[in-house]
């Protein structure tokens, strides 16, 4: 697991349905994106909620106002985050994490060039689109962001700080929240999910358990110190964690009560949270006819990363950055060396 996913953002678990108000942006909000009893898909624009995103699906008319049919607009759903309240901070304590149950995973809606990303405010125009994206680590049980330690063996920090520590590692909502009420210990490690014990082979870079079957319930065991804790927990938890993140200025007023969010060009297949209000499935044309049409399909790379780093973690490429190779060429024709050093010819005293 790579460390830089465990350590660089974090937060709280999303609770309830609340509006909830975006740090430093005033322009967004957020709500629960699965409220229940409430509808995900809307027939008309005139039935879009302010202070969401929407996908507009296959956008064939010039005019949003005309448009018109069942599942027509589909809701950006926020499944359950731990991040609240920090959803457009660029970089958090700990490790940003989305968890959307089996049942809700259907209603993330996808987008392709067939479709448009909308976003309605009855207030203010955004500055800027911030999206962030997640990579997708499938189906497991509702623990995310495990540890590795030096010898292999794997934890969740569960009080450090406070005692609910254990909310950016624990999706709540689901049956791993059983895991809150063991007693506070610093450190609570999981051996085995069933038959599968944990490792670099079966853990992903986000920390979560690979090679789970959907719906299916496991064994899993858990240590309080080195006493053994038994827990079943079911594999019904589709897994994101934070990956990178990008700004865009560019969208389009539509003579209507939204705006339509241009998705950049060198967006690649994955998942995107939209300015900290929901997320969206986004399919790249080079994958429209390999892609299953499902919630989940393993044959594609959802985490293929837009921006390159070298082994010392310098950005080698950048392509949402338009002046990254200007920035490149000038910094590869930077003298060598000290350019304050004045060179003294022979036979002359320096002063």
């Known amino acids: 697991m790579k460390s830089k996913c465990v350590k660089r953002i974090a937060a709280i678990l999303l609770a309830g349905c609340s509006v909830i108000s975006l740090t430093g942006c005033g322009i967004f909000e957020t709500l629960s994106g699965n409220a229940s009893g409430k509808p995900t898909s809307f027939s008309t624009v005139d039935e879009l909620e302010s202070g969401k995103a929407y996908v507009w699906k296959n956008a064939n008319e010039s005019d949003v106002n005309k448009a018109s049919g069942s599942n027509t607009f589909q809701t950006c759903i926020t499944g359950d985050i731990n991040f609240t309240g920090k959803e457009l901070d660029e970089v958090t304590e700990n490790p940003r994490s989305i968890w959307v149950s089996d049942e809700a995973d259907e209603k993330i809606p996808t987008v392709t060039s067939k479709d448009k990303l909308l976003y309605v405010s009855d207030t203010e125009v955004p500055d800027s689109i911030v999206f962030e994206r997640f990579a997708d680590y499938g189906y497991t049980i509702g623990v995310s962001n495990f540890i590795a330690d030096g010898g292999d063996h794997y934890y969740i920090p569960f009080a450090q700080s406070s005692e609910d520590d254990y909310k950016y590692y624990i999706d709540l909502k689901s049956d791993a929240g059983a895991l809150s009420k063991?007693?506070?210990?610093t450190k609570l490690y999981l051996d085995k999910v069933g038959d599968t014990k944990?490792?670099?082979?079966?853990?992903?870079?986000?920390?979560?358990?690979?090679?789970?079957?959907?719906?299916?319930?496991?064994?899993?065991?858990?240590?309080?110190?080195?006493?053994?804790?038994?827990?079943?927990?079911?594999?019904?938890?589709?897994?994101?964690?934070?990956l990178e993140r990008f700004v865009s200025y560019d969208f389009d007023f539509l003579h209507s009560n939204c705006i339509a969010i241009t998705i950049p060009e060198y967006f690649k297949t994955g998942y995107?949270?939209?300015?900290?209000?929901?997320?969206?499935?986004?399919?790249?044309?080079?994958?429209?006819?390999?892609?299953?049409?499902?919630?989940?399909?393993?044959?594609?790379?959802?985490?293929?990363?837009?921006?390159?780093?070298?082994e010392n973690g310098s950005v080698i490429s950048d392509p949402s950055d338009p002046d990254f190779e200007e920035k490149q060429e000038e910094t590869e024709m930077e003298p060598e060396g000290d350019s304050n050093v004045t060179e003294v010819k022979e036979g002359e005293a320096s002063e």
């Open 182 to 185: 063991l007693q506070s210990i």
């Open 272 to 310: 995107y949270f939209v300015n900290g209000v929901g997320l969206f499935r986004y399919v790249a044309d080079a994958d429209l006819e390999k892609y299953n049409g499902k919630a989940y399909d393993e044959n594609i790379d959802w985490n293929d990363p837009i921006i390159i780093y070298d």
């Open 198 to 242: 944990l490792s670099k082979k079966t853990v992903s870079d986000g920390g979560t358990v690979l090679g789970l079957q959907k719906g299916k319930s496991y064994a899993c065991e858990f240590y309080t110190g080195t006493y053994y804790q038994d827990f079943k927990l079911k594999a019904n938890i589709h897994s994101f964690g934070s």
